[in-house]
């Protein structure tokens, strides 16, 4: 599809690396499925994922986790 952000590029399926901050929080995401555009470099991660992605970063708040860096493992 046509990048919404820039107008110009196309997005094209890869992967992206997501920063999450809550509270005292910091979660890194890795291998994140995402498509990018390959013009200005946007990453547009989808509802399912990115809410997966909350879900994830509320546990770690509630455990007390300062940092963590995690890959995305993708449900099989
Ligand atoms: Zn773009």
Redesign the pocket.
């Known amino acids: 599809m046509k990048?919404?952000?820039?107008?110009?590029?196309e997005?094209e399926k890869g992967f992206a690396t997501v920063v999450l901050e809550r509270y005292k929080t910091t979660l890194i995401f890795k291998q994140v499925p995402a498509t990018v555009?390959?013009?200005?470099?946007?990453e547009f991660i989808n509802e399912t994922i990115s809410s997966e992605l909350f879900k994830t970063a509320k546990q770690a708040v509630e455990m007390g986790v300062q940092i963590d860096v995690r890959e995305y493992l993708v449900a099989a």
């Open positions: 990048c919404p952000i820039c107008r110009h590029g997005t555009c390959n013009n200005c470099g946007e």
